[in-house]
């Protein structure tokens, strides 16, 4: 083979070795450097730990224990649904962000043939000896979307 293909052949192999390399790093830089930075940097307000929620459905008011975990601006967790009207209970995966005091999130129900869904935005409430968000909930209530009143307070650890 002449040395004019074989350099063709070289350069096409580099240059894709190079975008393999410049995707994956670039992918380790988007999902564990920057979160880590940010986690590692932030003097933000902090809210991962476990919270009693409380959310209203027309006057009765129902109790759910949140726990949360924070990486950076990122918040995963979860949300147990301790008893509904016929006794079931119910957990919810979240997943959402925490920006300018604004909790924002939206939850799956986990569990064999689970279709529940909803969304929840909180503000926390500055200045209290024990934090407290407040917000709204929102999911589908049969056919129709159902929107609550929403309060958190953190659980002392």
Known sequence: MSTFWEGVIAGVV???????????????????????????????V?????WKTYMKIGEIEKTEIGT???KGHLITGTITYPEDTKGSSHTYELRGEFYDNVFSALMVEVGKAR???????????????????????????GENPYQSPYRWVRELE
């Open 14 to 44: 580099g240059g894709l070795f190079t975008s393999v390399i410049l995707l994956l790093t670039g992918q380790w830089w988007k999902h564990t450097l920057l979160p880590w930075l940010e986690n590692v940097f932030r003097k933000g």
């Open 46 to 50: 902090r809210i991962d730990g476990v």
């Open 115 to 141: 279709l529940d869904r909803g969304a929840i935005l909180l503000r926390i409430k500055p200045g209290t000896s024990r934090p407290e968000m407040n917000g709204i909930g929102i999911w589908f209530f």
């Open 68 to 70: 949360l975990k924070q």
